[in-house]
């Protein structure tokens, strides 16, 4: 039986976290097994935010490194550079013409991103999930494992899906997303924001962080008042939080990590998370510094070409669909 097509994709704008982690990439490793799957680096899309580019060659890099070290197998999946196959951009084109831009406009994700750099209010951040339904459609992904606020985009490719039908005839499946039911990462000093890179650096857990770096981090996260460890996300959600990190980093169930740290206090839990934390870590830190960036860059070159031959043919089959003029 044909596998499922699934994609997905992050943009390269700094160093990954446990959020990032939990939320995307464990997952991502999981599907592969029986999945046809595509992870791109969303580079085009960095550039509707990133105020200086000068860094983003090393961050790709360092964003793929991170993949494979976290588990994203080349010889499973096609791992590739959104930037290096121009079809995202012809099909952006094509898209563009199916939605009116009050839709658009909209779009929740939309208004935070400019709220959030209003110095940009670029078209590109109008056009955002436009090209975001290329990236999908562009590989018939049927599957796309994101987080919840990528709800809206996930929500205007299925629209211009139906409205491609409707215009051109019968062609795509509308896709669905896969979302996590993993719980969600949380910073660590503001506990009722998720985790990000753009919070303040004791904020987050970098998976480059070292066992020092993360004893401190945790040793000063916010927890509720009180000094037993009970599991309670109503009333004491930043310790919950806490709870769900030992919970995922160890793989224990919830129910033993209350047990076990129970009457213990809060600082033996947290040296406990933070060993928990540590251990995971350190093995996919040592698989990042086994790569050399000349390997990376090949293994990128090489899914680059895998993905840029599916593109190029569904392109085809597409222009074909509306009719345009082939001169092959
Ligand atoms: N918008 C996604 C994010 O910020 C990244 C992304 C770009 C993406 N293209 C995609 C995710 C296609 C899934 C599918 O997380």
Redesign the pocket.
Known sequence: MKKEIV?????PTGTLHLGNYFGALKRWSEVQSDHDCYW?V?DL?SLTTLESTADIEKTTLEMTTLWLAAGLDPERSTIFLQSAVPEHGELNAIFATLLPTSMLELNPTYKEMTAEHPKSGSFGILNYPVL?AA??LLYKASR?P?GRD?EP?IEITREIARRFNNKFGEFFAEPHALFSETPKIYSLTEPEKKMSKSGRPDSYIGLLDDEKIVREKIKGAITDSGSEIVYDPEQKPALAHLIDLLHLSSGKPIENVVSEHGGAGYASFKTALAESVSAMLIPIQERFRSYKPADVKNILADGTAKARAVAQKNLGDIKEKIGLLNLK
Not at 7 to 11: D, F, I, Q, T, V
């Open positions: 994609l997905s994709g992050m943009r791109m969303a899309h975001q990236d999908i796309v994101v990528q985009h």
